[in-house]
């Protein structure tokens, strides 16, 4: 297993154990004492395997104790990106840098970070204590601080009970949750995590998310989380870099990828949308009228003072209200489909220049389901109405 080597960390145990002491436990945040996150400079860096371009001149700046995600389909690039950070790869441009310092001639095991990984590499001859353990003994750390962290670590993934299993006697789920502890024991400045739940079914991976979440407020290292699932990423993260083909299409928080993606490649990638050919009429600000294929006019926001002529519009499922009466700003459509989901209505109607709309709306006022082949009245706000660039 090669990645065991990384999780020996340098020695930072004597700073840690002085702090711990001086540090009255009423006063201590959790159980855990932090690791101190790093930052991390990923500056113009690129990478082919033969004349494929894998990583294609990528530009991230992570500050300390951010929690990063990378987000893009299979093929875009995370993992080599992460194996680059980690050293696993050698870059063939630009520079890594952590703490400011490049790590280009670093050897991963040098660099002190910590990985999980979608299968959980976990020992299977050892217990989850040995397991949690083993990072501590290979950087020759003496027994009893390594028992204490250990202990601590354990603790705080909700595994002491599980202390002398063994890997095969554990679900899935705890499983990776020792994968996780593993990874954290050093208190490592940065943690990498290459889809560590996409090997568990979905109410597993989300009780795991809310406890990842948790464990980096309580261990304060830099974060760098891949995945493919975008409610994942939008749960777990500071800011997420979206990935296609290699290149980061976009870089920000989970509300401005969601409400602002800045392609229709982000805006179909992350959440359901409406993607809605439209012209511009009139311009007032960052609020602009634009009318459909059916010459019907509505509003929508925009930060792009150069746009003219067509554009593409995002609208969320969940931002349309129906109704049946007309409304300013109000489209008529006609239902091809209705489901009742429980909390949500699910709908799908056509607009009259034969465009499709889903509507998501809350089943709150015991609304009757719609007919097929009903006419309606969609309603959105312009603040809810996104001009991609
Ligand atoms: P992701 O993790 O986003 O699914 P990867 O970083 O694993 O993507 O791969 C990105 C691209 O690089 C893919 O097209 C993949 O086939 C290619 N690739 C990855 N590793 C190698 C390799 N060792 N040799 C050749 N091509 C590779
Ligand atoms: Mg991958």
């Given at each position: 297993m090669a990645e065991t080597s990384t999780w020996r960390a340098e020695r930072r145990e004597g700073s840690h154990d002085s702090q711990n002491k001086t540090v009255p436990a009423s006063k201590r945040q959790s159980a855990l004492a932090p690791a101190i996150g790093a930052s991390i400079c990923i500056d113009h860096v690129g990478k082919t395997y033969g004349s494929f371009v894998a990583v294609?001149?990528?530009?991230?700046?992570?500050?300390?104790?951010?929690?990063?995600?990378?987000?893009?389909?299979?093929?875009?690039?995370?993992?080599t990106l992460l194996n680059l950070v980690a050293g696993?790869?050698?870059?063939?441009?630009?520079?890594?840098?952590?703490?400011?310092?490049?790590?280009?001639n670093v050897p991963p095991h040098k660099r002190g970070f910590g990985m999980v990984f979608q299968s959980y590499a976990l020992f299977p001859n050892m217990t989850v204590t040995q397991n949690v353990a083993f990072p501590?003994?290979?950087?020759?750390?003496?027994?009893?601080?390594?028992?204490?962290?250990?202990?601590e670590t354990l603790e705080v993934m909700r595994l002491s009970e599980h202390a002398t299993k063994m890997p095969n006697q554990m679900s899935g789920g705890q499983q990776q949750r020792v994968a996780i502890a593993r990874a954290i024991v050093m208190r490592p400045r940065v943690v990498l995590m290459d889809e560590p739940l996409s090997a568990l079914d979905r109410r597993l991976r989300e009780s795991i998310q809310i406890e990842i979440r948790e464990l980096h407020r309580t261990i304060g290292s830099t974060i760098l989380f891949v995945t493919h699932d975008q409610g994942e990423a939008?749960?777990?993260?500071?800011?997420?870099?979206?990935?296609?083909?290699?290149?980061?299409?976009?870089?920000?928080?989970?509300?401005?990828?969601?409400?602002?993606?800045?392609?229709?490649?982000?805006?179909?990638?992350?959440?359901?949308?409406?993607?809605?050919d439209a012209e511009l009429v009139q311009r007032r600000g960052t609020r602009l009228v634009l009318k459909n294929r059916a010459g019907h006019t509505f509003?929508?926001?925009?930060?792009?003072?150069?746009?003219?002529?067509?554009?593409?519009?995002?609208?969320?499922?969940?931002?349309?209200a129906i109704?049946?009466?007309?409304?300013?700003?109000?489209?008529p459509v006609t239902v091809t489909s209705a489901l009742f989901l429980g909390e949500l209505l699910r709908i799908e109607a056509e607009m009259e220049g034969g465009e499709k709309l889903l509507i998501r709306?809350?089943?709150?006022?015991?609304?009757?389901?719609?007919?097929?082949?009903e006419k309606l009245y969609a309603r959105w706000d312009a603040e809810d109405c996104w001009v991609l660039s």
């Open positions: 294609d001149d990528i530009n991230l700046d992570v500050a300390a104790g951010e929690f990063i995600t990378l987000l893009g389909p299979s093929g875009s690039g995370k993992t696993f790869q050698k870059v063939n441009s630009g520079r890594i840098l952590v703490d400011s310092k490049p790590v280009q501590m003994r290979m950087a020759g750390i003496d027994r009893e601080t390594t028992n204490r962290r250990v202990a939008l749960t777990l993260s500071d800011r997420i870099a979206v990935l296609d083909a290699g290149k980061i299409v976009q870089i920000a928080s989970p509300v401005e990828i969601y409400r602002h993606p800045a392609t229709k490649f982000v805006a179909s990638f992350v959440g359901e949308s409406n993607l809605i509003e929508a926001e925009s930060r792009n003072p150069d746009m003219v002529g067509r554009a593409t519009v995002l609208v969320r499922p969940e931002r349309i109704s049946d009466t007309l409304s300013p700003n109000a489209l709306c809350p089943d709150t006022q015991a609304r009757r389901l719609p007919e097929i082949g």
